[in-house]
């Protein structure tokens, strides 16, 4: 399966383009990451995570926060402009979005969402095969991390801390 296809990455896309939210875009590849290359800070998929990390704090006002994960994911799209989890995507078009977000938060402008312009077909025809889930909206989209139910993160940390000792 190419990997843009696995259905993390295309949920990814469907939530980026389709829900603007952020949050999870950044959960389901985080996941597809740590299957793949965990650890590995370079990897390409860093480069998408870093993407709808920078638009999720760009939206919330953090434009600090913003403006140095979006120039971090520039920077990780360039050192992985030829890998296949760019393919299927109008990389360019993606760049330029990136490049004129980092203008906008650099001049203090309000947050302005964009889209992933998929080329392939076949991707494209995935994503959309993607069960839809009911879109979040208001303050628990902007805030969704600290409106979530993080008991299973707070017991797993727990319990990573006993197993030290």
């Not at 520039?74 to 980092?102: A, C, M, P, Y």
Request: charge should be negative.
């Amino acid at each position: 399966m190419h990997p843009c296809f696995h259905p993390l990455f295309t949920q990814f896309i469907m939530y980026f383009n389709k829900h603007q939210d952020y949050f999870e875009c950044h959960e389901v590849l985080e996941e597809y990451w740590k299957d793949i290359a965990p650890g590995d800070k370079t990897h390409p998929l860093t480069a998408w995570i870093l993407l709808s990390t920078g638009m999720y704090h760009w939206r919330r006002g953090n434009m600090d926060g913003a403006l140095r994960t979006l120039v971090n994911a520039q920077t990780r799209i360039q050192i992985n402009k030829e890998s296949d989890f760019f393919e299927g995507i109008q990389l360019q078009q993606v760049i330029e979005h990136l490049n004129h977000s980092i203008a906008l938060i650099r001049d203090q402008q309000s947050f302005q969402a964009f889209t992933i312009p998929v080329s392939s077909p076949e991707l494209d025809s995935i994503i959309h095969q993607q069960p839809q889930p009911i879109p979040v909206t208001g303050d628990h989209l902007i805030h969704k991390h600290m409106l979530r139910d993080r008991s299973e993160i707070l017991n797993a940390r727990e319990e990573k801390r006993r197993n030290r000792h």
